[in-house]
């Protein structure tokens, strides 16, 4: 728009300048004789009372007209369009009549609702298992190793695998970790199929063997960053991360020794360590105490309770039953390539046999009187006695205790002893496994 410039008509020709068209600064590439520019010029001169001419012919213009205060006019159809509005406005509506929407159905977008990522997570094992067997089986030429194997393992739980050697324990696991493929039957670890989908049951578990699998002559936090990168990591996040398993395994102070240098224990939980750089879900652990002394067995097992507490899954196995007796929430026992037996221990331990009673006099002289004091509690089998020890059923725990106590005092027998014992893992574990003793063709030795 030109218009007359203050002070500049005192010599020489009229100077006027340009005053700045909104539209034609906001859009540019429109031309001037598109039909929508001209509305929106007309809207604008309506709404504003300022006449909003194209470009002129000629360099002098007539000095402007006085302001002319209109009626506002009803705003466009939609105010997306009013552009001199300064408020947020909603978007353009669809439209809302559904048949018309229906008569193009080929060009129709249908939106499904999204799936929160935690449903998403738990729909892969909405069952509360992170690991599931099925009948698996497992045969190297005309050796059986694993013959039906079905178990499951709860999410945040320890279950023990048991059973003598050759039983199929490292078979089994080295199924479920993928390192063998079954020759029939399922398997499925943090949700993801064994068989089908290996590559995400590796990125989901660790595995620690019986046997430390480290470079011995680097260092404890060389051995962690250099798992670290394996996986992916940065160099950045795998050293912040070893110095964070470092520190949670107590092996600061030995960060900078070389493997070679550690003892049996420390190597066990770098170990460990290693397998843990990118927080599994499911953990194996492969006789995880072998060889180890009572002290660092004791540390190992603190480490896999706090796996435990992390919520993370434990499956372990071992042939020592005192660890199984103290770890697992559960005991799965393997013998023959077969699942014989499966619950927590409490549960095998009763059908196993019921608690008993051992009383030990002060003196053997005492045994003869003793037993005949108690012959109609011993039932028609007795327990076989060890030395200076007389052993009944306690069918009935405390009372039977309290019972036997009433007898001794009132036959003033002395007792150096007396204590109410249920049978021990060993126990169960040898009652279970001593008839089952399986044809040499048909169990696999799993050293080989």
């Known amino acids: 728009m030109w218009e007359r410039t203050p002070g500049s008509e005192t010599t020489g020709p009229r100077h006027s300048r340009i005053v700045s068209d909104p539209l034609r600064d906001t859009m540019p590439w429109v031309p001037e004789d598109d039909p929508v520019l001209k509305e929106l010029r007309a809207w604008r001169t309506e709404l504003s009372g300022v006449e909003t001419p194209s470009p002129p012919e000629s360099a002098t213009l007539p000095a402007p007209a006085e302001r002319i205060d209109v009626q506002r006019v009803s705003p466009p159809t939609h105010p997306m369009w009013d552009v001199l509005s300064p408020r947020t406005v909603d978007p353009i509506e669809l439209v809302s009549d559904r048949a018309e929407a229906v008569s193009n159905a080929a060009a129709r977008t249908v939106a499904f609702p999204s799936l929160p990522v935690e449903a998403a997570a738990s729909a892969q094992s909405a069952?509360?298992?992170?690991?599931?067997?099925?009948?698996?089986?497992?045969?190297?030429?005309?050796?059986?190793?694993?013959?039906?194997?079905?178990?499951?393992?709860?999410?945040?739980?320890?279950v023990a695998l048991l059973g003598p050697n050759g039983a199929g324990k490292t078979t089994t696991v080295n199924m479920l970790c993928t390192l063998l493929k079954p020759d029939g039957g399922s398997a499925h670890v943090a949700g993801h199929d064994v068989a089908g989908d290996a590559p995400a049951v590796r990125r989901s578990i660790m595995l620690t063997g019986q046997f430390a699998a480290l470079d011995e002559s680097l260092t404890g936090r060389e051995n962690l960053v250099l798992f670290g990168r394996l996986l992916g990591m940065s160099k950045k996040r795998a050293t912040a991360r070893a110095d964070e398993?470092?520190?949670?395994?107590?092996?600061?102070?030995?960060?900078?020794?070389?493997?070679?240098?550690?003892?049996?224990?420390?190597?066990?939980?770098?170990?460990?360590?290693?397998?843990?750089?990118?927080?599994?879900?499911?953990?194996?652990?492969?006789?995880?105490?072998?060889?180890?002394?009572?002290?660092?067995?004791?540390?190992?097992?603190?480490?896999?309770?706090?796996?435990?507490?992390?919520?993370?899954?434990?499956?372990?196995?071992?042939?020592?039953?005192?660890?199984?007796?103290?770890?697992?929430?559960?005991?799965?026992?393997?013998?023959?390539?077969?699942?014989?037996?499966?619950?927590?221990?409490?549960?095998?331990?009763?059908?196993?046999?019921?608690?008993?009673?051992?009383?030990?006099?002060?003196?053997?002289?005492?045994?003869?009187?003793?037993?005949?004091?108690?012959?109609?509690?011993?039932?028609?089998?007795?327990?076989?006695?060890?030395?200076?020890?007389?052993?009944?059923?306690?069918?009935?725990?405390?009372?039977?205790?309290?019972?036997?106590?009433?007898?001794?005092?009132a036959a003033e027998i002395p007792l150096a002893d007396i204590a109410l014992r249920r049978p021990s893992l060993d126990e169960v574990f040898l009652a279970l496994t001593a008839d089952r003793s399986a044809p040499s063709s048909h169990v696999l030795d799993e050293s080989e």
């Open 127 to 158: 069952n509360g298992f992170a690991i599931e067997a099925s009948n698996l089986h497992k045969r190297f030429g005309d050796v059986v190793a694993v013959h039906d194997v079905s178990f499951a393992v709860p999410k945040g739980r320890i």
């Open 245 to 409: 398993l470092l520190a949670e395994f107590g092996l600061t102070d030995a960060a900078g020794r070389r493997v070679m240098q550690y003892s049996g224990g420390m190597r066990r939980r770098i170990d460990i360590a290693c397998g843990l750089v990118t927080q599994p879900e499911v953990v194996f652990l492969d006789e995880p105490t072998t060889g180890l002394d009572p002290r660092s067995r004791q540390d190992v097992w603190n480490i896999v309770e706090q796996l435990r507490d992390s919520g993370v899954t434990i499956l372990l196995t071992t042939q020592y039953l005192e660890e199984a007796d103290m770890l697992s929430d559960r005991i799965v026992v393997i013998d023959g390539g077969r699942v014989i037996a499966e619950g927590t221990s409490d549960e095998l331990k009763a059908e196993t046999g019921a608690a008993y009673c051992e009383i030990t006099p002060a003196h053997p002289a005492y045994l003869p009187r003793l037993r005949a004091k108690l012959r109609d509690m011993m039932g028609a089998v007795e327990r076989e006695e060890s030395s200076g020890t007389v052993s009944i059923p306690a069918p009935n725990g405390p009372k039977t205790l309290a019972e036997v106590m009433r007898r001794t005092e």
